[in-house]
Structure formats: structure tokens, C-alpha cells
């Protein structure tokens, strides 16, 4: 089993910048993949970004593409996700989750998730 935790969260104006972290237990996080999803309010969870555990590449979408950075320390079972540029339709509940197997983008490859942090941007 693998414990996640996201903390890093709140409230910044547009244009801004946040830092989310990643902590995770249980498991060394060195052969998962590991995503960030996010859920606004009345919307379905999506896809933002992931570190793949193999070729440690990373894969965006392309709402955040050039804006957004995940990275991960292995060492430190933590993994990351700077934020600048940030907008008002960046708000939303920010997930932090683990891949065991081959796929990266969907909610259905993730087995472990943490609980979430909340990301407010205000225009």
C-alpha cells in the first residue's frame, strides 16, 4: 500500500505562483508513475501531469503545458508540482496520485490517490 498526502495549496491571485508537494508512504515511489490530477467544482477529475517511473519522463496537458512542472525525489519519496502563471480556471482540488502499471493518463491507471489540496485563484 501506498499512502499519499498533497499539502502545498491555497489561495493566490492570477499570475501567481504555488508549489505542491507530494509525500507518500508505505512504498518507495521509484517504480510508479506519478500524476497530478484536478477536479474543479461540477467537473469531472482530469489528467495534468506525470512522471513516469521508467525513463523519468513527463507528459502535460496541454491546459498546462509550458506553465506547469512535476518533478519527484525518489530519495525523499516526494514528488512536486510548481505552478506559475497561474489563472482562475486553475482552480480546482488537486490530486496527487500512483501508477503500478503501464498507463499514465487516466484516472483507471492510478491505484493510489491521495486526499487532495485545495488551489484558489483569484482574477
Known amino acids: 500500500q501506498v499512502q499519499l498526502v498533497e499539502s502545498g495549496g491555497g489561495l493566490v491571485q492570477a499570475g501567481g505562483s504555488l508549489r505542491l508537494s507530494c509525500a507518500a508512504s508505505g512504498r518507495t515511489l521509484s517504480r510508479y508513475h506519478m500524476g497530478w490530477f484536478r477536479q474543479a467544482p461540477g467537473k469531472e477529475r482530469e489528467f495534468i501531469a506525470v512522471?513516469?517511473?521508467?525513463?523519468?519522463?513527463?507528459y502535460y496537458s496541454d491546459s498546462v503545458k509550458g506553465r506547469f512542472t512535476i518533478s519527484r525525489d525518489n530519495a525523499k519519496n516526494m514528488v512536486y508540482l510548481q505552478m506559475n502563471s497561474l489563472k482562475p480556471e486553475d482552480t480546482a482540488l488537486y490530486f496527487c496520485?500512483?501508477?503500478?502499471?503501464?498507463?499514465?493518463?487516466?484516472?483507471?491507471?492510478?491505484?493510489?490517490w491521495g486526499q487532495g489540496t485545495q488551489v484558489t485563484v483569484s482574477s
Open positions: 496520485a500512483g501508477a503500478g502499471g503501464t498507463g499514465t493518463r487516466r484516472e483507471t491507471d492510478y491505484e493510489y
Open positions: 512522471s513516469t517511473w521508467s525513463a523519468g519522463s513527463t
